[in-house]
């Protein structure tokens, strides 16, 4: 039986001024910080419904009590996004890893499952260039594989698969999705998933 993985989810603490800052044009601080974490807990709830060994919130900031219980924190690490995705995967031990992040509300356990037998990496790539999971069947090579691919880009995802090729690895790839980052994602990923926390409270805040 292929080893179930280790779930991870990389997340911001949702404050207000602090995440989501790009919601800014349409809705206040105050609500876009409401919004990420409605998108959070829809994305841990996912997770928490997946098949998996153990479930790692790897936490930029403090936890609060939307922290669903199961849940190991793990805080990051200082530095830029690359080199805090190797080091929370590069510390998980042994067995598969599968890294999600938190902008991809719309993501459900069936999205997640991959043939850790037949695949040593799966790479789930978003619409803006982007990744929104990245998965090992070693996690200690986060570090070889992750530093230095440039983030926040739109060959983001193209650079980070090539990594991951050149290091040999048989790659899968998951199902490509919308990051929310803009109004524009938010309004559509809202319309795709209409009955999630982050739909509802999208809703809420640009009603007033």
């Known amino acids: 039986m292929t080893d179930l993985p280790t779930l991870v989810v990389i997340a911001k603490t949702p404050v207000p001024g602090r995440v989501k800052t790009r919601l800014s044009s349409r809705v206040s601080a105050v609500d876009a910080a409401a919004v990420a974490q409605a998108a959070?807990?829809?994305?841990?709830?996912?997770?928490?419904?997946?098949?998996?060994?153990?479930?790692?919130?790897?936490?930029?900031?403090p936890a609060g009590p939307w922290v669903p219980d199961g849940w190991d924190l793990v805080a990051q690490v200082d530095g830029g996004l690359d080199h805090r995705i190797a080091a929370g995967l590069g510390k998980l031990g042994d067995g598969p890893a599968l890294?999600?992040?938190?902008?991809?509300p719309q993501v459900g356990p069936a999205l997640l499952e991959v043939d850790w037998g037949a695949y040593d990496a799966c790479l789930g790539r978003a619409t803006?260039?982007?990744?929104?999971?990245?998965?090992?069947?070693?996690?200690?090579?986060?570090?070889?594989?992750?530093?230095?691919?440039?983030?926040?880009?739109?060959l983001t995802g193209q650079v980070q698969r090539q990594r991951l090729r050149d290091a040999g690895l048989r790659v899968a790839d998951l199902p490509e999705l919308r990051d929310v980052d803009t109004p524009a994602d938010a309004d559509a990923v809202a319309r795709l998933a209409p009955h999630t926390r982050f739909a509802r409270r999208w809703r809420e805040v640009t009603a007033r």
């Open 99 to 104: 890294l999600v992040g938190m902008d991809t």
């Open 128 to 154: 803006d260039g982007g990744y929104w999971a990245l998965g090992l069947a070693d996690p200690a090579l986060a570090p070889q594989v992750v530093e230095g691919v440039p983030m926040s880009t739109s």
């Open 40 to 61: 959070l807990l829809d994305t841990l709830d996912a997770l928490t419904r997946a098949s998996a060994r153990r479930r790692v919130l790897l936490l930029a900031g």
